[in-house]
């Protein structure tokens, strides 16, 4: 029987595959643009140290990690198309098996979203001002 770390562990590393996934499926061209950019929000969220609730919190810290990642990993996947994610999937299984570095893709795409945020604030915060 397995202990519940070890359950933990193991679902951990599947959720770290269906990030990867759902990244290679973002960059499909036959993924929509609704859940390219839902799906970037997500896997930005996935990759990033920055967490909506600090860790430190107690039980409350890790709630992100346990059920908001997942759900939205769950919510971008039904919005790309079967044919595109199972493709991804195994592209992502491939990479995790061959150890092939996946920390400067990780990089790229949370720089990418954070800047992206950073000038939509940006430019609603001038938009308001202007008023």
């Known amino acids: 029987m397995t202990s519940f770390i070890d359950r933990w562990k ?6 770290k595959a269906e990030v990867i996934a759902l ?5 499909d061209p036959r993924t929509p643009w ?8 997500v896997v930005g969220y996935a990759l990033s140290p920055i ?3 600090p860790d430190p919190i107690p039980v409350l810290g890790y ?3 346990l059920v908001l990642i997942p759900l939205g990993a769950f919510l ?12 991804s999937r195994a592209k992502a299984k491939e990479m995790v098996k061959e150890g092939t570095p996946v920390n400067k ?12 945020m950073v ?3 940006g430019i609603l915060g001038y938009r308001l001002i202007k008023r």
């Open 105 to 116: 893709v990780e990089a790229v795409v949370i720089v990418l979203i954070w800047i992206g």
């Open 51 to 53: 967490d909506l609730i």
């Open 23 to 27: 990244f290679l499926a973002y960059k």
């Open 34 to 41: 609704y859940a390219k950019v839902f799906t970037a929000i």
């Open 76 to 87: 971008a996947m039904k919005m790309i198309p079967r044919q595109v994610m199972d493709e």
């Open 10 to 15: 193991v679902r951990s590393s599947q959720l």
């Open 63 to 65: 709630l992100d990690d």
């Open 119 to 121: 000038v939509g604030v």
